[in-house]
Nanobody
Framework: QVQLVESGGGLVQAGGSLRLSCAAS????????MGWFRQAPGKEREFVARISWSGATTYYGDSVKGRFTISRDNAKNTVYLQMNSLKPEDTAVYYC?????????????????WGQGTQVTVSS
């Protein structure tokens, strides 16, 4: 069982930056791949980024490539999402999620544990 708590969301102007954190509690955080997803009102949950259990491999959704960076600190049981050059279309609730499997997954149904989400609003 893994409990996830996101933080760091807020209101920012277009072009600005935010850093989201996801603190994990429970066993074996370092054995889970971690992902970030987002969901805007009326839209499906969208894959943002994924990082392997070791941190060696990362994947990004096309809409955030080159602007967002996912990282993790296994000693602190925390995964981060650095978001730069934010756009109004990045506005959404951002969720972190944990995946026990090694196969790379970019769909929400493949993830086992979820946080409650943190709101990110980008004004134009």
């Amino acid at each position: 069982q893994v409990q996830l708590v996101e933080s760091g969301g807020g209101l920012v102007q277009a072009g600005g930056s935010l850093r989201l954190s996801c603190a994990a509690s429970g066993r074996s955080f370092s054995t889970y791949a971690m992902g970030w997803f987002r969901q805007a009102p009326g839209k499906e949950r969208e894959f943002v980024a994924r990082i392997s259990w070791s941190g060696a491999t990362t994947y990004y959704g096309d809409s955030v490539k080159g602007r967002f960076t996912i990282s993790r600190d296994n000693a602190k049981n925390t995964v981060y999402l650095q978001m730069n050059s934010l756009k109004p279309e990045d506005t959404a609730v951002y969720y972190c999620a944990a995946d026990r499997n090694l196969v790379v997954a970019t769909t929400p149904d493949k993830y086992d544990y979820w946080g409650q989400g943190t709101q990110v609003t980008v004004s134009s």
